[in-house]
């Protein structure tokens, strides 16, 4: 169901991008793809997982906006799996089988990648943790020369900043 | 000749930067005043010579000099002038000149609005920014010079610039992502210059806090214009596709964020001090690993500039000396002290470190997850991809998690708050938006969604949150009209930036939910209905632009028997260089985009691959994107950051200090 | 003492991240290798080219060969073309998956230019070529004489990608099938 391409065209600065399509032009077919969908929930899953998927010639697109030949190959491919009527995992594994786990944005959380899915919840336990003890500290601080620092600092702002200049530090 | 003006303009610039990195600080560390006050003057020089420098690359894109090499590779004399000067930066050599240029527009600036600083302070905030300056000035003229020159063989035109970037939205866009990205540099500066002085004080806080908000706010409209522009310009309606690239300008907002918020509690209660330095630090850190991952071809992006391993070595090394080196004088001058000041855990003090706290978990993870590809290769892993299903997984429920704490925040007191009276304020509200979360997603078309009514709960529950605070100043006050008019500009810029963030919220999500998309065969003659609104193809049409032939497709939409909206949409293709481009054609509104785009003929019979969209309430994210821009803007106009010009003016009559 | 050693860490956390992108320096973020190195050449059912009889995986597979993806529309085939010949004439098995194209052409193109391979796989909706994980052409499957594919090359072979790199790398699927 993509239009796919002038719809997909993307800043292709990199130079190494040129080099790559001068080794694969294709010729220029009509692409539209009025793929009919045997239902809904089909063509949701389409839409899903055409845009899980990712390019594996180009910069970085997935299959559902790149105008690739090979992009257009992987959209039939994942139709015809889906009206097959092969699941998510099944058609997923199908296109890694060929291209490897490259093709997947999502990474399946398994061996390196179940790090990259760990990562965020390790981060956020450190997080809170270290919030714990700086709450603890501030709880456990005696509260002192707040209201003096203040006025030090509105004076230091306002009245005597000429006085602040030379003050403010002397040489170490 | 003018090239070499330019090109000589900046050699110049650099030997000033030298002398700026190099004479103050080292008066600084003589105790000679002469030496420092060197400084202003001299930061104002380097900004005059990168402008000369710029104008003089600019006056060649707009004269089309293709004997100059950036000139022949993005202009071509068919090139309206608008964009003949925005291609000054469609390219690496020429942005790296704006970067340089906006760098040196922030030495000016800070030399200019902070001479109410202590001498000592503001000779070494410029020399740091000078050696920053030195970095970028000779990554440009070693690296990447623009100036260079196609001599002999002279072409007779050039090869156009990329038609992506012929478009409004590209002339402003990097101009203002630069300044965002550059700005941070200043709160660097006033961190390393802390540091430096051994003296980290909420004085400190105070000083580079409006500068700080002002970097951010230019980075959020950078952001904002950005994805805009993604939107309408490549024609598949997305708007975020966490690219390395786009990850790149993201990471230094998030930290930002954190680092405009622990701002606060620095200058306001002297905490955290040596934290916020550390953030300062970091914000700036991630500006550099985004310039060094644009332009080294590290990591595969959309957006990425010639790939380069030489200019990628010579970032690392600057990255290298100029993060190792602060965070080094981080290691050895940090306060290791602990803070003594007291708060409880129901305070301010607690609802912003909790921001700080999910905003570092963010930005780490957004990192994380840009860099994980490059570490698994690195480690003999294989190779994978991180994209957005990954990133909307878990960046959407970090963001969740900060909502319910971003309600409290505007009603909570400094040190010591008590749940009784948060309770009291907040009870009634949040009933209200409880409410509302469930029975607003019914009046959408498509009906009731968990998600919508999700977010509808957590941008509520910000506003509620600035609503109840409103009231209690309301009541302290005579007057509504009084009230108004008694908060603080910095208070304003927080009231918009969050109600912007909940606008955010909102739009993201109706338009993630709501949206309806169809890719169709359509002839003219023939309608589709999408959403109710009935997209009807009037007629194709052949239209000439200034450097472009296109075909048009003419729809005219209705809803219930009334005209809505025309919409042209096109499919360019570029004299210069054959590349065929689609322009979407768009009728925006508050609560709903129609969006049709052209994709390619379909058979002999005057048919096209067309693409409707209904999109509603995308502009939300935008609108509120520019909010927290504007937000940011608003702090700066506050009296305690004027006192700053009554000690300038202080200075002046009283003389220089010492 | 210990607080002020905590305060290094950020510094050496940069310290870890600035050899990784050092790293990152001299890899290339493109290359991609074949998912279906070490593993067997997938079965197909597909007419050679010169004649339209049928081809199955069991007809190619017995001795080490190069499996290269071409086509008439592949401007970067005709400039490996003469390098192929060479490598043909040398004694080096090679056979082609002749991959969407035009039948007509691609048997005129052979007859112009010469054909080095044994056999062209006729793979006109590029089937098989997904099959493969073939995502452009040229591309060249280094198969070792059990049928398993151990190197895909992206690209143009000439002689100086041959002697530098390929070479050793057919080298050992020959060495491979002697023992």
Redesign the interface.
Same mark, same amino acid.
């Given at each position: 169901m993509s239009i796919a391409s002038a719809l997909s065209v993307r800043p292709m600065l990199l130079s190494v991008a040129a080099v790559l399509c001068a080794l694969m032009v294709m010729p220029a077919t009509a692409v539209i793809e009025t793929y009919e969908f045997s239902s809904p929930e089909l063509e949701r899953r389409y839409h899903q997982l055409s845009q899980e998927l990712r390019c594996p010639k180009c910069q970085n697109q997935n299959i559902a906006d790149s105008n690739a030949p090979i992009s257009q190959d992987l959209r039939q491919l994942l139709y015809t799996r889906l009206e097959e009527g092969a699941d998510n995992d099944e058609i997923l594994a199908d296109m890694v089988a060929r291209y490897g786990e490259f093709v997947r944005y999502r990474p399946a959380a398994r061996g390196a990648a179940l790090w990259l899915w760990l990562a965020p919840l390790v981060l956020l336990i450190v997080g809170a943790a270290l919030l714990l003890v700086l709450l603890r500290r501030g709880r456990e601080a005696p509260e002192a020369v707040n209201p003096d620092e203040l006025a030090r600092l509105d004076a230091l702002l306002v009245g005597s900043a000429e006085a602040a200049g030379p003050s403010e530090d002397s040489r170490p | 000749m003018i090239p070499e003006l330019g090109h000589f303009a900046l050699i110049i610039a650099l030997g000033m930067s030298l002398l700026l990195a190099v004479v103050p600080l080292w008066g600084?560390?003589?105790?000679n005043f002469a030496a420092m006050r060197t400084a202003p003057s001299l930061a104002i020089g380097v900004c005059v010579f990168c402008g000369i420098s710029f104008a003089c690359l600019a006056t060649s894109f707009l004269q089309d000099d293709f004997s100059v090499r950036v000139v022949a590779s993005n202009s071509n004399s068919l090139l309206p002038p608008v964009y003949k000067f925005s291609a000054v930066w469609g390219n690496h050599e020429g942005s790296l000149l704006l970067w340089v240029l906006i760098l040196s527009f922030w030495l000016a600036a800070v030399a200019t609005f902070s001479r109410?600083?202590?001498?000592? $302070?503001l000779a070494r905030v410029l020399a740091v920014m000078g050696a920053i300056a030195v970095g970028f000035l000779s990554f440009s003229l070693f690296t990447s010079n623009p100036f260079a020159r196609l001599l002999p063989g002279v072409p007779s035109d050039g090869n156009d610039l990329?038609p992506?970037?012929q478009d409004p939205g590209l002339i402003i866009h990097p101009p203002l992502l630069y300044m965002g990205y550059v700005g941070f540099s200043v709160a660097f500066a006033f961190a390393v210059a802390a540091l430096l002085?051994?003296?980290l004080?909420?004085?400190w806080a105070?000083w580079s806090r409006p500068w700080t908000n002002v970097a951010w706010a230019f980075l959020s409209l950078g952001i904002m214009l950005g994805s805009w522009w993604a939107y309408y310009e490549? *024609?598949?309606g *997305?708007w975020w596709?966490w690219? +390395?690239v786009e990850n790149a300008s993201f990471m230094p907002w998030l930290a930002g964020t954190a680092l405009v918020h622990s701002l606060a509690v620095t200058e306001k %209660?002297?905490?955290?001090k040596?934290w916020t330095v550390?953030l300062a630090?970091?914000a700036f850190?991630l500006s550099l690993l985004g310039t060094?991952l644009v332009r080294?071809?590290?990591?595969?992006? =959309?957006?990425?500039? @010639?790939?380069d391993?030489a200019r990628?070595?010579f970032i690392?090394v600057f #990255?290298?000396i100029v993060?190792?080196g602060s965070?080094?004088l !981080?290691?050895?001058r940090?306060p /290791?002290?602990?803070? %003594?000041? @007291?708060?409880?855990?129901l305070?301010r003090?607690?609802l912003l470190?909790?921001n700080n706290?999910?905003f570092?978990?963010a930005t780490?993870?957004v990192l994380?997850?840009t860099?994980? +590809? #490059?570490? $698994?290769?690195?480690?003999g &892993?294989?190779? !994978?991809?991180?994209?957005?299903?990954?990133f909307n997984?878990?960046f959407v429920p970090?963001m969740a998690l900060l909502v319910p704490f971003m309600g409290i925040g505007p009603i909570s007191r400094w040190r010591d708050d008590s749940h009784h009276r948060w309770l009291s304020r907040l009870a009634i509200p949040g009933f209200i938006v409880g409410v509302l979360a469930i029975a607003l997603p019914f009046t959408a078309a498509q009906g009731f969604n968990v998600w919508v009514a999700l977010a509808v709960l957590l941008a509520g529950w910000i506003v509620a949150g600035l609503a109840a605070d409103f009231r209690e100043r309301w009541a302290r006050s005579a007057s509504f009209p009084r009230a108004l008019a008694r908060q603080t500009p910095s208070y304003w810029g927080m009231v918009l930036a969050h109600t912007g963030f909940a606008a955010v919220i909102v739009g993201t999500v109706a338009t993630s939910q709501y949206s309806v998309?169809r890719?169709? %065969?359509m002839e003219p003659g023939d309608s589709e209905t999408l959403a109710g609104y009935s997209f009807h193809f009037d007629e194709t049409l052949r239209v000439r632009g200034p450097n472009y032939l296109a075909d048009a497709a003419r729809f005219s939409v209705s809803r219930d028997q009334q005209e809505v909206a025309t919409l042209v949409a096109e499919?360019r293709r570029y004299l210069a260089t054959g590349? =065929? $481009?689609?322009e979407a054609a768009i009728d925006g509104g508050l609560f709903r985009d129609l969006y049709v785009? $052209?994709?390619?003929?379909?058979?002999d019979d005057g048919a096209w691959?067309?693409?409707l969209h209904y999109k509603p309430m995308v502009r939300w994210m935008w609108l509120g994107a520019l909010m927290m821009g504007c937000g940011g803007l608003l702090t700066i106009f506050d009296r305690?950051y004027r006192? &700053?010009r009554? /000690? &300038?003016e202080? =200075?002046t009559t009283?003389?220089?200090?010492? | 003492m210990a607080p002020r050693l905590k305060l290094f860490l950020p510094l050496g956390l940069f310290a870890l991240l600035a050899a990784l992108l050092f790293r990152g320096l001299s890899l290339d973020p493109q290359a991609l290798p074949s998912a279906l190195v070490d593993r067997p050449l997938p079965e197909f059912s597909l007419p050679r080219l010169a004649d339209g009889e049928t081809l199955v995986r069991g007809d190619l597979v017995g001795k080490p060969m190069l499996l290269n993806v071409w086509a008439t529309w592949c401007i970067s085939c005709r400039v490996e073309h003469p390098y192929l010949q060479r490598l043909a004439d040398g004694g080096i098995n090679i056979y082609g998956i002749n991959y969407k194209d035009d039948s007509n052409a691609a048997r005129a193109w052979l007859e112009e230019l010469g054909d080095p391979y044994l056999g062209s796989v006729v793979d006109a909706a590029g089937s098989l070529g997904l099959d493969l994980g073939v995502y452009g052409a040229p591309e060249t499957y280094f198969i070792d004489a059990d049928g398993v594919v151990r190197y895909r090359h992206v690209g143009v072979i000439d002689e100086r990608i041959w002697t530098t790199r390929l070479a050793p790398i057919y080298a050992e699927l020959s060495a491979g099938s002697d023992s």
């Open positions: - | 600084s560390w003589a105790g109410g600083l202590p001498t000592v $302070m990329n992506l970037l002085g051994g003296r004080d909420a004085a105070r490549l *024609g598949w *997305g596709f690219d +390395p %209660r002297g905490l955290f040596s550390l630090i970091f850190s060094f080294s071809g590290v990591l595969t992006s =959309v957006h990425a500039f @010639a790939a391993p990628g070595l690392l #990255l290298a993060v190792g965070l080094t !981080y290691a050895l940090a /290791a002290v602990r803070s %003594r000041i @007291a708060f409880s855990v305070s003090e607690t470190l909790v706290v999910v570092l978990v780490l993870t994380f997850g860099l994980f +590809p #490059l570490l $698994m290769d690195a480690l &892993q294989g190779k !994978y991809s991180v994209g957005p299903p990954y997984a878990v970090l998309e890719d169709l %065969r499919k590349s =065929v $481009m689609t785009a $052209m994709g390619e003929p379909v058979g691959a067309i693409r305690r006192r &700053q009554v /000690a &300038q202080s =200075v009283h003389g220089a200090p010492a | -």
